[in-house]
């Protein structure tokens, strides 16, 4: 792997979400700063250059983002990593026209009462999955939003698991929290066909039937055990009945290490362990700095959709690369952890999006940016 481009996004590279959508990069901010959304022209990869950014709303982080055609959504959630805790923030989902990326437009905006909304995937209209909170339930939660007229988005249906609804009546269980570093909550959810794949924190992998988007049924859950915890993202790969599961490291710590899970889901009812992802040498913990999963490249229509490669950040471990043809027996094939920016000891990679030519697109969450890589197998 070989690093060919980089931008530090004005001195602002607090970076979170990123989709590559006709030669512009799409990257949602952590919220350290008072940006939200920046767009780059990334048509000449080796000089990503910043042509629009968006602010974020007074206490409020809106680092994460989603591209379809002319739409852009944009999250908007409590910011908690502002040095007071807020008072007031916006909480929901915002659309925008980006028919000129260099012009962003807001058009809409769906209201997720409570914290806000944390993330949702939008591949193909009209429906988005977002992990949103609302009035009287506990944590996050899905709901399904209908974006045929994006300046008017619709719920159509949602799910919970039982206890989350407290209005309901239902009684809270104990893991219930609307602290976000814990608690049985949604993550997010990634679709195939007609099956929803999500990661529900310390509860797993849960699996949905969404045939009927205002009737989701719940097929099947999977804990992976006393090891397990801030189950995080369940991508479906293509043309195979596997599912690769990460669990967020969180903590900095020796003894706290997370892992990345692959999952047989042939039989959608019953899903069984298969095997994980090995974990990379290094000394990350002894020095302070998180190192573990975060997020995994989303098979979004248009980028790279290998069945059999899994690229994935790793924080202070930079991206990685895994050859999973043999699920039951993967190993890394690549990986590349960059020099950190000018007065910080380590880059904390946060997300990746990869194009079919296999050009890696990496955000940094410590103020590095957004990192421009070519993976050449």
Same mark, same amino acid.
């Given at each position: 792997m070989t690093?060919?481009?980089h ?8 970076c ?10 799409y ?6 700063t008072?940006?939200?959304t ?6 000449d ?15 409020t982080?809106?680092?994460?983002v ?6 852009m959504?944009v999250?908007?959630e409590?910011n908690?990593f ?6 007031r ?7 925008? +026209?980006?028919s000129d990326p260099r012009?962003?437009?807001q ?6 009462p409570?914290v806000g ?6 591949w193909?209209p009209?429906?988005?999955y977002?992990?949103?909170t ?11 939003? +209908? ?8 719920e159509?249906?949602?799910?919970w698991?039982p206890?989350?609804?407290?209005a ?30 999500a ?7 849960v ?10 049924a ?9 090891e397990?915890g ?7 790969l ?12 969180i903590?900095?710590?020796i ?14 009812t019953?899903?069984?362990l ?7 040498a ?10 573990g ?27 990685r690369?895994?050859?999973v043809?043999d699920?039951t027996?993967p190993?890394?094939?690549?990986h590349?952890?960059p ?6 000891d380590?880059?904390m990679?946060?997300d990746?999006t ?8 990496a955000?940094d969450?410590?103020?590095?940016g957004?990192y421009?890589?070519r993976?050449?197998?």
């Amino acid at each position: 792997m070989t690093l060919v481009g980089h931008a530090d996004l004005d001195g602002r590279g607090d970076c979170m979400h990123v989709n590559v959508v006709d030669g512009y990069a799409y990257v949602g901010h952590m919220g350290h700063t008072d940006l939200g959304t920046s767009i780059l022209d990334v048509s000449d990869p080796s000089d990503p250059r910043v042509v629009a950014q968006l602010p974020r709303p007074p206490g409020t982080h809106t680092h994460k983002v989603q591209v379809v055609g002319d739409v852009m959504l944009v999250n908007h959630e409590r910011n908690r990593f502002e040095a007071s805790p807020p008072s007031r923030w916006s909480a929901g989902l915002a659309t925008y +026209d980006v028919s000129d990326p260099r012009r962003p437009r807001q058009i809409g905006f769906f209201p997720t009462p409570g914290v806000g909304t944390h993330r949702m995937t939008y591949w193909r209209p009209p429906y988005a999955y977002v992990s949103g909170t609302d009035e009287g339930y506990i944590g996050r939660f899905l709901r399904i939003v +209908d974006l045929s007229d994006p300046a008017n988005p619709r719920e159509v249906g949602r799910w919970w698991r039982p206890g989350q609804h407290a209005a309901g009546g239902e009684p809270a269980a104990p893991e219930l929290t609307d602290d976000p570093t814990r608690g049985f909550q949604l993550h997010h959810a990634l679709v195939e066909g007609d099956r929803l794949y999500a990661g529900w924190w310390d509860a797993g992998l849960v699996v949905l039937d969404i045939a009927d988007p205002e009737r989701p049924a719940l097929l099947s859950t999977l804990h992976f055990g006393p090891e397990s915890g801030n189950t995080h993202t369940a991508l479906p790969l293509p043309g195979r009945d596997v599912v690769v599961v990460t669990d967020e490291q969180i903590t900095r710590f020796i003894g706290t290490q997370r892992h990345v899970w692959l999952v047989d889901v042939a039989e959608p009812t019953a899903p069984k362990l298969l095997s994980r992802l090995p974990v990379p040498a290094g000394d990350h913990h002894e020095r302070g700095i998180r190192f573990g999963p975060h997020n995994l490249h989303e098979h979004r229509p248009g980028s790279l959709a290998d069945p059999d490669t899994v690229y994935l950040t790793y924080f202070g471990g930079g991206v990685r690369v895994h050859d999973v043809s043999d699920a039951t027996a993967p190993r890394e094939i690549a990986h590349l952890v960059p020099a950190p920016p000018p007065g910080r000891d380590s880059i904390m990679f946060n997300d990746l999006t990869v194009t079919a030519d296999r050009t890696v697109y990496a955000t940094d969450r410590r103020g590095g940016g957004l990192y421009v890589i070519r993976h050449e197998p």
